[in-house]
Structure formats: C-alpha cells, structure tokens
C-alpha cells in the first residue's frame, strides 16, 4: 500500500489507569445511574464468552435501552478516551467481548424491541438485543419466519456483527446474505443508515457488507433491517448413517453438485452421534450420520427425500429415517443445536475448545478425513459436526484446563486445522469469527497488503482504536 494510502491506527497499551477509569465510571453514572453496573460479578460476566481465554472484564458496563443511549455511551468513552466493547448475550466463541484494554461493556440486551414488520416485503427492522428465537416468536402468526440459526439463541446484532451462519446456510444464505441495511453508531457519536430497505442498490460504496462481519470493531450495531422468508407449505426431514465420514461428505457434494435443492444438511461424526445419544436422548447408530431436512410443497418435500435416499444409498449409506412427526423433527433439530453442550458429556470436568474452519465443497471430504486421522494421531478427544452443504465444519476438542500440555495441544491443533483448510483455498473460520483468537490464522489467510487494507479501513472508520481493540488483527 502506498504511503498516500496509509492512515495511522493507533496502537493501545494496557488498561485505563485507576484515576481514569473512576472519572469514566463518574461520567456514566452521572448519565445512566443505576444502569451502570462496576461489580466484579457483573464485569467479569461481560468480560468472557463460551471459550477457554482469560476473563479480560471492562471496568464498567452500561445497560443501553434505546439508540440515544449508545450515541451518549459512545461521546463519553470518546470524551475519556476509553475503549468500548459492545455486548450481546455472550454467546460468541472466539472472545469477541473480552475487554482488553477495559474501558466499557455496552450491553445491548435490553434494546430487543422489533420495530417493524413489512410482510408484504418480507422484512423487518429489529434493534439489536432481539434473539433469533423471540424475533420468530414474534413472527409465529404472520406466515414469516427468519431462517439463520445459529446453535445459540443469539442476539440479531451479535449474528450480523459476526456474519453468522446456522444449519439453514444452505438453502437460505448466511447473515451477509440477509441484513439488508443497519443503524450504526459511529466513532463521533453520529448515527448512521447504512442502506435502505430495497433488496438491491447500486447506489455507493456497500457499507452494509462492511459492517456485517466487523466484530464491533468499526462502530456500534443499534437497528437491523432483515430479510424474512415464507414458512414452507411442507417440511420434511430425517437421518441417514453412513460407514465413514468421506462417504458422509461424499453424499453431501453429489446432493448439492446434483442441484437438489436441500434446506439443511448436517454432519455428525460418530464420536458426536455419541454424545447426543446420551444428551438428547436419540437411539441413534453410532456412525457418521446425516441430519437432513426438505422445504416446499408436499410433493417436491417426497421427491427430493426420494432422490437424497438414492444418492446416500449410492455412498453406502442406511436407510433413510423420516422424522415424520414435527415433535420428532424439532427434536432432532434441537439435539444439533444442543452438540456444544452434549459433546462436554464425553469427558466431564473438560471444556470444549471449539473451533471452525470452512472450505470449497470439493474438499470437503478431504479436509474432514485429514482432520480425524490428526485427531486420532494426536490423542484428542474431538467430535465434529457441521453445515457440510456450504463446506462449513466444526471440531471441539475436550480440554483439560488444569493441564497446560493439553491446552498447548489443542492451539497446535487448531493451527494445523485451520492451516489445512488455508491450504485447500479455505478459511480459518466459516462463521465463529476472527475474534482473539484467531489473528494469527488470519494473518496466514490474508496477505500484508489485504490485512494493510483492512486497519486503514480500521483507521478510517475508528483512528483512535476505541471500538473492540485488539480484535481481528494485531494492533
């Protein structure tokens, strides 16, 4: 990048020193009063997320309730130079919220109002704390619902902010593919619109994109504008176990290569088929298994059931088990969405250091065969499940916390993991994010001029790095 490109991003050093942080926290009380929270409980709540890196509390959070109350969060971090981090449930897992640098959590959860619902468009507008369940919920008698389903109930700002995926990736996109415009709070404390409500535009940069995936790191998420989808007439699904995990994979490059037009297609592999029998309670045989499901009418839902049957059967696969009963669909559903808990079950007392990696359909049953033979070589205990239709898998090995050689053999693991998907024309993550903990996987990804091109946009947007420091790249 040349040197007339180049905007300084400014570098911080450690935490607010104590006189600084009291004054900060005197200026929010003075504005926010009891909505301020500096207990130890409540920071280190909000200084950590489900995975394994050091709690890294803010030295205040405030509870925001309305926009008004962000753009003044914001004005006074800026007046007192300090950091702040915003909060959804903390659901994330690759420590998007700790607070490195301290300053403030700004905590979203109580803006979860949806604003609006345009039906005849098939959007709608939320602030940022509504969670995918409440805004379907809320959706439930209007023939609508939105379709991206991460394993948590997560905040709709947290998904957008992270460019989450779920198990309907496949048929319905991820979040990039759904937010069709936000309301960001900027650095100076000035609200913006990023688009409007049109499903398409060629008018101007495209700043939606930008800040779907930026981590909280470029300004403050306080409105989403979504795209809905019609619930289908029909929806049918079910399970089919297969000898081995490439001929799992195998099935699912065929079904999608094939053009059938699947609405979810997951992976299991044996070792997490085990762990959800024995927390959601399925029956299932213990081998690598496919959790499908079909949308559209009840022909179209029987034919393509029909020719997924065939195409598993060519790969080895079981018969396949139609969930017939919706009780008997959503529990298998659910016992998907419940893996990161169900795998802890396997080794109890050991946290689950889960990661992600995502490559081109193509190499997907390589890039998974090669994952369970360095499993397997390496003495780990780690299932994998995944969105197998986009390429998309998850690996959570079981660590030991008390024991640094474990701890130190699962980040060598995740180096080589995300270094083979790297390596397939892949990415180090699909959906988790970059977080903390995988800057240095990014810096593999990317090269120094994307990565250069990346913190002058950091720069532009935030030149006193006040936003989520320390996240996605090196400082």
Same mark, same amino acid.
């Given at each position: ?6 905007l ?19 200026a ?16 280190r ?14 030295? *205040? ?5 309305? +926009? ?8 006074i %971090? ?32 109580? /803006? ?19 969670? +995918? &369940? ?8 209007? $023939? ?28 319905y $996109?991820? /979040? ?5 415009s ?20 060629? *008018? ?10 930026s ?24 399970? %089919? ?20 037009p ?13 762990? %959800? ?31 997924? $049957?065939?195409?598993?059967a ?8 139609w ?16 893996v ?8 109890? $007392? ?25 499993? *397997? ?7 994998i ?29 995740s ?8 390596? /397939?024309?892949?990415? %180090? ?25 990346? +913190? ?14 320390? &996240?996605?790249?090196?400082?």
């Amino acid at each position: 990048m040349t040197e007339a490109l180049r905007l300084p991003l400014r570098r911080r050093e450690g935490r607010l020193s104590p006189r600084a942080a009291n004054e900060l926290i005197a200026a929010l009380t003075a504005r926010f009063g009891d909505r301020v929270a500096t207990s130890e409980a409540v920071r280190r709540q909000h200084g950590h997320t489900l995975t394994w890196l050091e709690n890294a509390p803010p030295d *205040a959070v405030v509870f925001a309730e309305a +926009r008004e109350d962000v753009i003044d969060s914001v004005r006074i %971090c800026a007046a007192h130079d300090a950091p702040i981090v915003p909060f959804g449930v903390g659901s994330s897992l690759e420590g998007h919220v700790n607070a490195l640098h301290g300053g403030v959590s700004l905590d979203c959860s109580r /803006m979860n109002r949806v604003l609006d619902v345009h039906a005849d468009d098939l959007d709608c507008v939320v602030e940022p704390g509504v969670t +995918r &369940k409440a805004l379907n919920e809320h959706l439930r008698d209007s $023939g609508l619902f939105f379709p991206i389903d991460p394993g948590a109930d997560a905040s709709l700002g947290g998904m957008a902010a992270t460019r989450a995926s779920g198990t309907n990736a496949v048929r319905y $996109g991820t /979040m990039k593919d759904n937010v069709l415009s936000l309301g960001v709070v900027t650095a100076d404390g000035n609200f913006v619109r990023t688009a409007s409500r049109a499903k398409k535009s060629s *008018a101007g940069y495209d700043l939606t994109r930008l800040f779907v995936g930026s981590e909280g790191t470029l300004g403050v998420i306080v409105e989403v504008t979504l795209r809905l989808a019609g619930i289908p007439e029909a929806i049918g699904g079910g399970h %089919c176990s297969f000898p081995t995990v490439r001929a799992a994979c195998d099935a699912t490059i065929e079904t999608i290569q094939s053009g059938l037009p699947i609405a979810r297609i997951e992976l299991l592999d044996e070792l997490q088929v085990k762990a %959800c029998n024995a927390y959601s309670k399925l029956g299932l045989p213990e081998s690598p298994t496919l959790f499908v499901e079909f949308h559209g009418t009840n022909d179209s839902v029987a034919e393509q059931a029909s020719r997924f $049957g065939a195409i598993a059967a060519d790969h080895g696969g079981g018969a396949f088990v139609w969930a017939t009963k919706p009780e008997d669909r959503s529990k298998l559903w659910q016992a998907r969405h419940d893996v990161f808990w169900a795998v802890s079950g396997l080794r109890p $007392g050991a946290r689950a250091f889960a990661t992600d990696v995502c490559v081109p359909i193509s190499r997907l049953a390589d890039c998974v065969e090669e994952t369970q033979r360095d499993i *397997a070589e390496h003495g780990l205990v780690a299932p994998i499940v995944g969105h197998v239709g986009d390429g998309n898998f998850h690996v959570s090995p079981l660590i030991d916390m008390n024991d640094p050689d474990e701890i130190e053999r699962a980040e060598r693991f995740s180096g080589r993991l995300a270094r083979r998907a790297i390596a /397939m024309d892949g990415t %180090c993550t699909g959906e988790h994010g970059v977080g903390q903990k995988k800057i240095a996987y990014v810096e593999i990804e990317h090269s120094k001029a994307t990565l250069d091109l990346m +913190r002058y946009v950091k720069a532009a947007f935030d030149p006193r790095n006040m936003f989520n420091p320390g &996240k996605i790249f090196r400082e």
